[in-house]
């Protein structure tokens, strides 16, 4: 069995990154990489148990919140989303589930909001900026291309929370991380200045080596910045997922549905394809299915090379941990 990206961990430095890294391959062999400090030099170190801000990995757990309530017969990813949200405008009405999880809704990204910049950096509160999601002009038909859009799967939370009556953490909370194990996870909520997560070992995001002010409303956008999570829980979703024991079919979240442009092939990180909350293509030069994340003051990978059975969980509070941790393991190589 190629256990190569297990082995390559030892060239990581402690003191050029900051972050936690987990590699297990299928035979639960599990090797840990932590670098850095959750916040300056007196604070705890990181470690699989720290939380992080994990980005666009709330797109995949969306994924899956969507694929239940299909598989439990409350919707159809065909159906179009004013099934459920009748008052939408004209423009995004015939929009469905299917095209919004796979990014080829004709939704632009958050640079295409009039009134925000291209990366939020400090969104506005839920509300206001569902009405100015509401409010933009479609970039391009439905179904017409792929186009990133953060603002789509912002759609399909009030799509998720029409169906349940339910807040959308609520329903992640039990469909996905309950059933999981992941008990350091939450969505909707921002542990850091949270009373009740005094105890609670967090990473604060940094750009430039700095500690930033990391915006809490962040957390109340599913599907972007919703997400705060451990690397150790992480590895139980992946596990938990692939094992169906969260909803049958996730393989249809890997099915690579559209081809994306060519890109670097050289690449310690390659997406060639999209499915439905995840990329296809290559992690350090294996074929994998993979979620990045990136948000200000973070960035994260969860990954899948199913040639070797291996996982790859990166959560980092420095700007560009990820493609720092990718660069050196790829020059291991």
Known sequence: MDTDVLDRTDVLDRTDWSGSLLVADDSGRV??????????????????????????????????????????????LDEPIDTWLPELPAAIRST?????LGHTSGVGHWGDVPGLPPVLADPPGRDALVAM????????????SWRYSGPGFLLVALVVEAVTGQPYGAVAAEVVFARAGMHATTSGTCPIGDPGA????????????????????FAGIPGTGDLWTTTGDLLRYTRALRAGALVGGTE????????????????????????????????????AWFVPGDNPGYQSLLAHLP?????????????DGV?????RLAEAG
């Open 31 to 76: 090797v840990e990489r932590s670098g850095g400090r959750t916040d300056g030099p007196a604070s705890a170190p990181c470690g699989p148990d720290t939380r992080f801000q994990a980005g666009s990995i709330s797109k995949s757990v969306m994924t899956v919140v969507v694929l239940h309530l299909e598989e439990r017969g409350a919707l159809r």
């Open 323 to 327: 493609r720092t941790v990718l660069a």
């Open 307 to 319: 040639g070797t059975g291996t996982d790859v969980v990166l959560l980092s509070n420095d700007a």
């Open 96 to 100: 469905t589930l299917h095209q919004l």
């Open 252 to 287: 249809r979240m890997w099915e690579p549905r559209v081809p994306l442009p060519p890109s670097d092939q050289d690449a310690p990180l390659v997406a060639t394809a999209y499915g439905y909350g995840t990329f296809t293509g290559r992690v350090l030069g294996q074929e």
């Open 198 to 217: 005094a105890d609670v070992r967090v990473a604060v995001g940094r750009v430039d080596g700095r500690p930033i002010a990391v915006a809490p409303r």
């Open 133 to 144: 999601v509401l409010a933009a002009p479609v970039v391009d038909g439905p179904g017409r």
